[in-house]
């Protein structure tokens, strides 16, 4: 697996077994973590969702969703079995400003403010594999936006995790269509 990186999408408690538990999470997870001690994919990056309280996606401000991923609270922490695999300069936070969805973790930043693409050029990575949740939002948005800037990029079937199973099957057909492979 020269030159490939794995990215782990919002493998976060509230994804998991909190306000916005998803179907198959824990399936996901746990395939994830088979997949990560198997093949020693290296690097490893993390996108994290990572609200303030009040942001303008939750539904007391008018948005889809309730409250997740909170800053500072465990809905918004790594499952532990992944979190010893994840380095801070490594992990990309999203959802940070209070006024903005961002499903992409193309839009995030690590600590140091560096953005995704910006590191994986860095790492002269040119191909990536995509596990996490919610298939139909931020692992679609993440691997299109990868595509765009011109990785090779796959997704694994046996580790996401989604919302809807309609929209993650939709979602799928999409993705293959457009030159994301499903492995
Ligand atoms: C996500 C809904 C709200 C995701 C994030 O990461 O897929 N979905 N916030
Ligand atoms: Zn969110």
New binding site residues.
């Given amino acids: 697996m020269k030159n490939t990186a794995l990215i782990v999408?919002?493998m976060l408690y509230d994804?998991i077994d909190g306000s916005?538990a998803c179907l198959e999470a824990d399936k996901a997870v746990e395939n994830t973590l088979q997949f990560i001690q198997k093949q020693h994919p290296s690097p490893i990056l993390f996108v994290r969702?990572h609200h303030p309280a009040g942001h303008c996606?939750f539904t007391e401000q008018g948005g889809p969703?309730p409250p997740?991923?909170v800053q500072g609270t465990h809905g918004a922490d790594i499952h532990e079995a992944l979190a010893p695999y994840a380095d801070e300069d490594l992990s990309f936070f999203k959802?940070e400003d209070p006024a903005r969805e961002q499903?992409s973790g193309f839009e995030g930043q690590n600590p140091a403010g560096q953005s995704l693409s910006e590191v994986l050029h860095l790492l002269e990575m040119d191909q990536v594999i995509i596990c996490g949740?919610?298939t139909e939002?931020?692992?679609r948005n993440t691997a299109e936006d990868l595509l765009k800037d011109g990785f090779h990029v796959s997704i694994l079937q046996d580790c996401i995790a989604y919302v809807d199973a309609q929209g993650h099957a939709d979602a799928l057909k999409a993705m293959k269509e457009e030159g994301i492979a499903l492995r």
Avoid: E, L, N, T
Wanted: aromatic content about 24%; hydrophobic content about 45%.
């Fill in positions: 999408v919002d994804f916005m969702d996606s969703w997740h991923c959802g499903y949740i919610a939002y931020c692992v």
